[in-house]
């Protein structure tokens, strides 16, 4: 029996649990396009719809959640898996009581654990279900391996682009080798789109229906669209006190849009149960399979 059998049985064994996370996986074809800004203040945002959010940044080797925190965690996720620390203590606790966990050196890691180890690794994940409402899993950029293994296994992606041609275009590659990977399910993963530093709607409007035109021919993806974020000097202002707009700003511009996009992720449509990917443990489940295939 394999790493990734183990583990799948270990999740199936664990089924019966009530309560699981939501869990959002954040991305972009590129860099420098504001993701980890995004995933930040939404995170407060959904926070102040009453809630319980932990943010995971999965942007190995950067620290830009930890900047925009003004968070320098003692301790990562790493640190559970091979030096005994408890979930508890790499839960960091951020603005408007949201969790923070870094994801430290790297994921990729943990894919070389023995059977205790895999076990220790779901039961710590699903007392992180236990916690949380929602977890927004914050990636890096681009299409390296560990970041198309966390889009491949998250149930609902948001995916950011901005008006640039170079982050259309490499939005549309990322989906592109998103869709050519062996296990990717389209048709049950929920992706949706943010138009960032965009000059009004109409600007963000046409950026989704361009690449979405692209999308729906070429890949037979459907999307949707969770709306535009303005380009605003508050939230420029806010980065530069290390501190979230929606914190800083909040009735800013960008803190308003994050917070409408935060209020149709709640109240729209849900991702179906039987789609969700078991909160947290499945995503981590979903990625054993992948690395290992």
């Known amino acids: 029996m394999d790493q990734a059998e183990q583990l799948r049985n270990i999740i199936k064994a664990q089924n019966?649990?009530?309560h699981l996370?939501?869990?959002?996986t954040v991305t972009s074809g590129k860099g420098?396009?504001?993701?980890?800004?995004i995933s930040v203040n939404l995170a407060i945002q959904l926070s102040r719809l009453k809630k319980r959010v932990v943010v995971l940044d999965a942007d190995f080797g950067l620290a830009n959640i930890e900047i925009m925190l003004g968070i320098r965690p003692e301790?990562?996720?790493?640190?559970v898996m091979f030096?005994?620390?408890?979930?508890h203590e790499i839960v960091k606790k951020g603005p408007e009581d949201i969790g923070f966990i870094s994801g430290g050196s790297g994921l990729k890691e943990l894919t070389n654990l023995d059977s205790d180890q895999v076990r220790s690794l779901v039961h710590?994940?699903?007392?992180?279900?236990?916690?949380?409402?929602?977890?927004i899993v914050d990636t890096g950029a681009g299409i390296?391996?560990?970041v198309m293994d966390l889009v491949m296994s998250s149930a609902e992606v948001i995916l950011v682009a901005t008006p640039e041609p170079t982050s259309i275009t490499d939005a549309y590659a990322l989906l592109k080798i998103l869709c050519r990977k062996d296990g990717f399910d389209k048709q049950g993963t929920k992706v949706h789109m943010i138009a960032n530093r965009t000059h009004d709607y109409q600007d963000g409007k046409e950026l989704f229906d361009k690449l979405n035109m692209v999308v729906q021919k070429f890949l037979n993806m459907k999307m949707d669209y969770l709306g535009h974020i303005p380009s605003d000097d508050r939230l420029y202002q806010a980065v530069m006190k290390q501190q979230p707009v929606s914190i800083s700003y909040p009735n800013a511009s960008s803190s308003?849009?994050?917070?409408?996009?935060?209020?149709?992720?709640?109240?729209?449509?849900?991702?179906e149960k039987e789609r969700s990917g078991r909160g947290i443990a499945g995503l981590f489940s979903k990625m054993f399979h992948f690395v290992k295939a």
């Open 124 to 135: 710590t994940m699903y007392e992180l279900d236990s916690i949380a409402d929602v977890v």
């Open 16 to 18: 019966k649990k009530e």
């Open 144 to 146: 390296s391996g560990a």
């Open 75 to 79: 301790y990562n996720l790493a640190d």
């Open 83 to 87: 030096h005994g620390k408890e979930l």
């Open 256 to 271: 308003r849009a994050i917070l409408d996009i935060a209020m149709l992720l709640e109240n729209g449509e849900i991702v």
């Open 21 to 24: 996370a939501r869990v959002i």
């Open 32 to 37: 420098g396009v504001g993701k980890s800004n």
